[in-house]
């Protein structure tokens, strides 16, 4: 009964390797985001979806790439992995109301990712 | 420019004590929301509070308090009566302007050790 999701919740892989994680949200939010937090806990947007729609793309990589099948779920997928990839990779979701303001964000458990 | 900035890095209390976390923030947006996230040890991001810019109320839960002024550009945070579990680093952030999926910019975290 999870609220955000992700898998895995640990991912450790070599250099060059392809690798996903999926985010699955079952609260009925219509916004879902990711965000990547280095070594120094340093938190930052990547990427954000409303309704399937890809609507925040920070300065990523296009080596990370998300996927939205549907508005509950937000897969990140990421070709080439290099060494600075390493970090926690955290999922969230929000309700997203038309003219309702900002709404308060919902976190997953958190990725961590290590590349060797 | 969008900043908050936790110039705290470490805090150290004995447990009962009282200790405040600070948080100032820029925005040129008169509509913006900020937030305070509590991530204990084991990683995960937990919301602790959702204040709008137009609402300068102090706000009150339990042994937490919340204290917003417009005037200073601070949302400053203080933990009454401190106890081991409220070992953290917690987060202070900022979502500006009226979209209803907007990015979160958060602060660079305090980490807070509550001592027995």
């Known amino acids: 009964d999870t609220a955000v999701s992700q898998t895995p919740k640990y991912l450790v892989t070599q250099m060059g390797n392809d690798k996903s994680i999926k985010c699955e949200q079952n609260l009925g939010h219509d916004t879902m985001y990711w965000y990547k937090q280095d070594s120094k806990k340093f938190l930052k947007i990547m990427f954000s979806?409303?309704?399937?729609?890809?609507?925040i793309n920070e300065t990523v990589p296009n080596r990370f790439s998300p996927k939205s099948p549907d508005k509950a779920h937000l897969n990140l997928h990421i070709n080439s992995l290099e060494l600075g990839d390493s970090a926690v990779y955290f999922c969230?979701?929000?309700?997203?109301?038309?003219?309702?303001?900002?709404?308060?964000?919902?976190f997953g458990p958190g990725t961590r990712l290590l590349v060797l | 420019a969008q900043k908050v900035t936790q110039a705290q890095t470490e805090i150290s209390v004995v447990e009962k004590e009282d200790v405040t976390l600070d948080c100032v923030y820029e925005?040129?947006?008169?509509?913006?929301?900020l937030f305070w996230y509590k991530q204990p040890p084991s990683g995960e991001l937990v919301f602790l509070i959702r204040?709008?810019?137009?609402?300068?109320q102090n706000e009150i839960s339990g042994r937490y308090s919340w204290n917003f002024q417009k005037s200073t550009s601070s949302f400053n945070f203080t933990i009454t009566a401190s106890q081991v579990v409220d070992s953290a680093v917690y987060f202070c952030a900022l979502t500006p302007g009226y979209s209803s999926a907007s990015k979160i910019i958060f602060g660079s975290g305090t980490r807070l050790s509550i001592r027995p």
């Open positions: 204040r709008n810019s137009f609402d300068e």
């Open positions: 925005t040129r947006d008169t509509t913006y929301y």
């Open positions: 969230a979701s929000s309700q997203g109301l038309a003219g309702a303001g900002p709404e308060t964000q919902y």
């Open positions: 979806y409303n309704n399937k729609e890809l609507i």
